[in-house]
């Protein structure tokens, strides 16, 4: 059964950093894509920032770019999120999804095949 479990979320101020992990149970996890997507109260799941499976292609949406870093650890599978200089608009649940297109970077979150529990951020002003 393939497990992602998110971790690191909390409650921060404006300003502040955190580092979202998501701990993959695939014993192929490097033969995935990976993908940070978002969900707040009331509102549709927007997708975050993606990664291909050697790291080699990033993308994020443009409300994350320079702020957000996505990277993986394919030895310990796991895909890491840092975000700097949150915001409030940053509070919502962040979900980490796992791609059998290995090469894929998409936006879109039906193309996923794997999805973690999610973890909160909050971000106070």
């Known amino acids: 059964q393939v497990q992602l479990v998110e971790s690191g979320g909390g409650s921060v101020q404006a300003g502040a950093s955190l580092r979202l992990s998501c701990a993959v149970s695939?014993?192929?996890?490097?033969?995935?894509?990976m993908g940070w997507f978002r969900q707040a109260p009331g509102k549709e799941r927007e997708f975050v920032a993606a990664?291909?499976?050697?790291?080699?292609?990033?993308k994020y949406a443009d409300s994350m770019k320079g702020r957000f870093t996505i990277s993986r650890d394919n030895a310990k599978n796991t895909v890491y999120l840092q975000m700097n200089s949150l915001k409030p608009e940053d509070t919502a649940v962040y979900y980490c999804?796992?791609?059998?297109?290995?090469?894929?970077?998409?936006?879109?979150?039906?193309?996923?095949?794997?999805w973690g529990q999610g973890t909160q951020v909050t971000v106070s002003s």
């Open positions: 990664i291909s499976w050697i790291a080699s292609v990033t």
């Open positions: 999804a796992a791609n059998t297109d290995r090469y894929s970077t998409t936006y879109q979150a039906y193309a996923y095949d794997y």
């Open positions: 695939l014993r192929t996890f490097s033969n995935y894509a």
